[in-house]
């Protein structure tokens, strides 16, 4: 049997055991699909990512969650890039550039208070209509169809993975949330492995400007992560669009997660349109050693 080392880091903070949770297995270039599969599967977090060599860009990274490969992830970028610098596994030059299989993304890495905080450009952002039951999803999170906002509308967004945004009226209504993930394929007929991610204006913290909950595809394995870059990213996107209707060229937003896990963190957003092109998105954030573990592989997902 092949040992493989598995790092957990915590994305989103610099306190071990709040935020998101990730896996990083270094130097994977050896290991094949399957290999990663059972990783992922058996180290549990939502998701763990894999160090590889690239040949259009400085590296290369691949997400998998419990169930399935994902195109990208936010909060594993961030632990990844954040754990090769603390390592020193990353040349001394601020920009780099890494292959996901959602484009070629640019990086920056600054040194901001002892500690690395790490910016990736998301892919351009994209919005489609939800044409499904307000009723319906409402139920599928827990909530009474009067929780959801009538002011904004319900939709799909990406900036590299599809989830479902939904306004919600309160703080108040997050503590009530429950969700009914099995429910959501049927539900999200357009798109039915999208994530589920409601968000409302209010926040905890005096100093952030959204709260957002995120409730993960039944097809992923997991049931809610913790704090989501990819997701924070696209509510920045549909902040600019539907709520300030591009009214100014730049916004730059502070979002909170994760509260209600007892895993609060906060994701950095800045929103940004040049002479009426696409909105550019850039998702912020630090993160923090917690642990290190040893992972025994079979020759199938056990």
Not at 226 to 233: I, R
């Amino acid at each position: 049997m092949q040992s493989v080392t598995v790092y957990h880091y915590d994305a989103f903070t610099n306190e071990p055991n709040l935020g998101n949770p990730a896996g990083l297995v270094l130097q994977a270039d050896d290991l094949t699909e399957k290999e990663m599969q059972e990783i992922a599967f058996k180290i549990g977090f939502n998701e763990t990512s894999f160090h590889l060599k690239s040949e259009v860009a400085d590296l290369k990274i691949r997400y998998f969650t419990p169930g399935h490969e994902m195109n990208l992830c936010g909060h594993a970028t961030v632990a990844t890039l954040f754990a090769l610098k603390s390592m020193n596994f990353l040349s001394t030059k601020k920009k780099i550039t890494i292959e996901t299989n959602a484009g070629i993304l640019p990086i920056l890495i600054e040194e901001v208070d002892n500690s690395f905080r790490i910016t990736m450009k998301q892919a351009s952002p994209q919005f489609q209509d939800f044409k499904g039951s307000k009723s319906d999803i409402a139920q599928a999170i827990g909530l009474k169809e009067e929780d959801i906002s009538n002011h904004h509308p319900i939709v799909y967004g990406s900036t590299g993975i599809w989830t479902l945004l939904i306004p919600i009226n309160s703080l108040e209504a997050f503590k009530r949330m429950k969700p009914h993930n099995q429910a959501f394929p049927s539900i999200l007929k357009e798109i039915p492995n999208a994530s589920v991610h409601p968000f409302c204006l209010d926040a905890f913290d005096s100093e952030a400007d959204m709260h957002a909950r995120h409730f993960s595809s039944p097809y992923s394995g997991t049931i809610e992560d913790a704090v989501t870059g990819t997701a924070s990213g696209v509510m920045g996107a549909y902040f600019a669009t539907y709520i300030e209707q591009l009214s100014k060229p730049s916004y730059q937003l502070i979002i909170e997660q994760g509260n209600e896990m007892n895993k609060k963190g906060k994701v950095y957003v800045s929103v940004q349109q040049f002479e009426e092109k696409e909105l550019e998105i850039f998702m912020s954030g630090t993160a923090v050693y917690v642990d290190e573990y040893e992972l025994l592989l079979t020759e199938k997902i056990l």
